[in-house]
């Protein structure tokens, strides 16, 4: 009788699953499919219908798959800073340090571009071969916009030097390279980093707290962010591992709601 029970449990449970997996699917509005419609309605329609589970599902570094819609996993992890890194054979381009050495954007942004050709040209292969792993995605965590003033700081050489005004110059330009010029879709989605006073010690990153005055944030460290998010309309920008003025600078609301929000006008992610 005990191993009945059982057996009638799980029956039970299986019987429920399969109902309520058949009635999700039996629901599902295919309008978010609809090319004719903008992305902001596409995205509600399939928003909305997303249960608690996959909507945290796609709030990782890696979103999984929505199989009942028909939507593969996705790594959001992918690098560019002089070419498309650790994703097999690419175009390698000097250092970001040593291509701000050349005061020259519009070199810049051709760079960019060649990048972000042979991102999508990557991009369609591994699409093909159903390979969603990292360093195969269209979201490219560049450019290094921090400004380098202490050598020892260690990632440099992933900015463009230490002067606020020419880091602004050719981070615009690397973001629309990335980016693209066309009115409806994105080539790849720029990401500059990090958001915001980043410039070392390394070693402490992810515990110290930045206290800088308010002249060198407006005047050193915001410019250049500010610049790109007004002037090139990145879809994303990352947060800064440390904390600033005591807040994390990825949950900082002065950071994201007043800076970047109302004064920013960012757009995407």
Known sequence: MYVNRIFICKAILVFLLISVSLSLNAQINKEYLNNKLSFEERVEILVRQLTLDEKISQM????????????????????????????????????????????????????????????????????????????????????????????????????????????SRMGIAFIKGLQGNDPRYLKTVATPKHFIVHSGPESLRHVFDVNVSDIDFFETYAPAFEACVKEAAPFSIMGAYNRFRGESCSASDTLLNYCLEKNGALRGM
């Open 60 to 167: 990782q570094d890696v979103s999984t798959a929505l199989s009942r819609f028909g939507i593969p996993s996705y790594n959001w992890w992918n690098e560019g800073l002089h070419g498309v890194a650790r994703a097999d054979v690419a175009t390698v381009f000097p250092q970001a340090i040593g291509m701000a050495a050349t005061f020259n954007d519009k070199l810049l942004l051709d760079v960019a571009t060649a990048i972000s050709d042979e991102f999508r040209a990557k991009y369609n292969h591994y699409q093909k071969l159903k390979d969603y792993g990292r360093y195969k995605g269209l979201t490219v965590w560049s450019p290094n916009i921090n400004i380098f003033r202490d050598p020892r700081w260690g990632r440099g050489q992933e900015t463009y030097g230490e002067d606020p005004w020419l880091t």
